[in-house]
């Protein structure tokens, strides 16, 4: 009964195999179509990422050349401030023979209150030489290597300053204190001056280590106490020894 359908109607037949081998064909082609059209996009796709990372990898080097002669100008400005505030020290300080040098390590504690600077014996520094900031009085050398020297600074409480104030040209002594990193206690006040807060205390040049009339500093308080002989007053000192950068080291007196 089949057989009579399929070879009677043998037009008809081939037009049914035709079709049904279209529907099997066709999905496939199309399949592989769309695959080969994806794999055309996929190398474009790749090409465009090959592309962004090279990009990216040009914009990575001129980033790190930026920052690298960014770097470069902050150490020119740097250098250019250090130089401008060794001129304003050296024309400040005209009158006396001096050596810059700079701050590379500080021991500002309550007990120890020491600095370290670059300059030593090569460069002409010696035990008991007097160094001075932009502000002021810094203190003096109390050891030297040859490159280096160590400084014990005016607010150290081992330290002692000869000073006197500006009022009434009495002296006094200028020491360390436990209590601030700032202040000095000034001692031994004659007993018939006034003390005046504000007023500018600086060197006396007695004792044999500080030139006479280096500024150190200015008078905060005073305190009263019932023996007139024990009274004292507080000192802030003019240097900012936290913030303190550049010296100079007086060779002459």
Known sequence: MI?????????????????????????????????????????????????????????????????????????????????????????????????????????????SKTIIINIGKKDGVEENMTVIGSQGLVGHVISVTDSTSKVQTIIDTASSVSSSMSTTKEAIVCKGTLDDKSLLKAMYIPTENNIIQGDSIETSGIGGIYPKGIHIGTIKKVANTQNMTDRYALVEAAVDFEKLDTVLVITNK
């Open 3 to 111: 057989f009579i359908v399929i070879f009677s109607n043998g037009e008809s037949n081939s037009s049914f195999f035709e079709n049904a081998a279209n529907n099997l064909i066709m999905p496939v082609q199309n399949g592989l179509t769309y695959l080969k059209n994806g794999l055309n996009g996929n190398d474009a796709f790749f090409e465009d990422i090959n592309n962004l990372k090279e990009e990216n990898k040009q914009l990575k080097d001129k980033n790190e050349q930026l920052e690298q002669s960014l770097r470069e100008l902050e150490n020119i400005k740097t250098e250019n401030e250090t130089l401008k505030e060794y001129l304003s020290l050296t024309e400040k300080y005209g009158e006396y023979k001096t050596i810059p040098g700079y701050v590379i390590n500080k021991d500002i504690s309550n007990y």
